[in-house]
Each structure stands twice: as C-alpha cells, then as structure tokens.
C-alpha cells in the first residue's frame, strides 16, 4: 500500500501539482507501549519506554490542498514487555517480570498534511515501513517467584521459557501509521506532536514446529514531539 501511494505521488508531479523543494532536520523524542504478540499466549501490561532520536523530512509537492513529503528518522526506542501474572489455576500472583529490550529503528514514512505551510497548523498523516535492530536487553523480577511441582515457574499452559530466551532475531521489521499536528512559523521552525501505532510482521524468537512460540513480534503505541528546522526552502 505504501509503494502504491509513494507511486501515485511521483506519477501526480508534474501535471497538477504544485512544486516544492525543502529539508528540514531536528530531534524528536517520546514515549512508547509496548506488547509482544505471543503464541502461546503471554498475559501482559504494557511496558513502557523512551524513544529518541533525529528526524529528516524532504517536502516535495502540494498537490491540490495536499502538502506531500517523505519522511525518515534514526530512533533509539526501548521495547519489551511486562506480564500480568496469574498461576496455573487462574489465580492472580504477586510475581512481577519486566523484559527491556533496546533497538535502533528506522522508519520511512510517506507524510501528507492539510493546512498552513508556515505560520500557522497543518493536520497529517504518516505511513511507512520500520525496520529496527536489537541492540541489547535486560530483564527484572520480583523476589517472590511461585514455582510448581517440578521447580518451574508456576504459569497458565505451562509458559515460562520466555524468561531465561534471548531474541534470536536482531532484525525485526513492520508497517507503522499515525498522524498528528504540526505548527510551523514563518521563519522555517516546526513543532509537532502525533500518536502512531507500529505492528511487527517479523519475531523476536525463532517460529519453527520445535520452538516455543509460533508468534512472538513487537506491537507498539508511541507519542512524540519532533522539532524541525528548514535546512533550505526552495518552493515554487
């Protein structure tokens, strides 16, 4: 869906369209949720990080009332999970585990606004595919820590190995959307602020007949602020 669009942009420059030609850079920074989408099924809260990093944005058409550009960032986010725990009978114990995992993420993002281009707001969207790479990772629990019969850790279906696995899969990759606002001044400065949701395609974990989990990717919620600065502006 994305290269469609991105292909119906380029095909649109050119006959209607009116022409732009501007960079802008800066920070961005933010919060993320986050989840892992377990198979078997891993009862869980949302586990929540930071997110920052630089961001670069190419404007290159409005198109009727629509501003058109390309967006991409270089992200330092943590991930991970944090479990809501019950045992084995349903009954919910005072264990707690939280699992961090660290990523470097990049995301592509097709960007179309609606509004003022300087002095004033724009309403946007974004779309795009994110890939990331796990960097390193660490885990916490409680001092209480319910064991069964046989010493293992006392959960529904028996699911526990997830507490002692290291992602085998550095690389992970997905479709991530959102949209937000922008308020940009007359003097080539943005301010923006937008939700996004991310949903993993790739696992963390091995997904073979032999392994644990036939399912195991990132599913996000984020919130941030970006600040953007006019490198140059050449808008025809």
């Not at 809260?45 to 058409?61: A, D, I, N, P, V």
């Not at 470097?104 to 281009?117: A, D, I, N, S």
């Amino acid at each position: 869906m994305f290269f469609m669009l991105l292909l119906i942009l380029l095909t649109a420059k050119g006959q209607i369209g009116e022409l732009r030609s501007r960079l802008s850079v800066g920070l961005n920074g933010g919060m993320v949720f986050n989840t892992i989408d377990f198979d078997p099924t891993v009862k869980q809260l949302q586990h929540q990080g930071k997110t920052f990093g630089l961001s670069l944005r190419y404007t290159s058409e409005k198109y009727f009332t629509t501003i058109c550009a390309l967006q991409a960032e270089l992200n330092y986010t943590q991930l991970g999970w944090k479990e809501d725990i019950f045992s084995s009978e349903g009954v919910e114990l005072r264990d707690t585990y939280e699992r961090t995992l660290n990523y470097v993420q990049l995301p592509l993002l097709c960007r179309l606004g609606w509004g003022k281009e300087s002095g004033g707001l724009m309403f946007f969207i974004l779309l795009g595919p994110q890939v990331g790479y796990y960097l390193s990772g660490s885990s916490k629990q409680s001092d209480i820590w319910t064991l069964n019969a046989n010493g293992n850790p006392d959960r529904p279906n028996n699911v526990y190995q997830q507490y002692t696995m290291e992602p085998d899969k550095k690389f992970e990759y997905g479709l991530t959307g959102g949209l937000g606002l922008e308020f940009s001044t007359k003097h080539g400065q943005h301010f923006m602020v937008d939700g996004r949701y991310y949903y993993g395609l790739s696992d963390i974990y091995n997904n073979g007949k032999k392994d644990v989990f036939a399912r195991s990717a990132h599913m996000t919620i984020s919130a941030r602020l970006t600040y953007l600065f006019d490198m140059f502006n050449k808008d025809k």
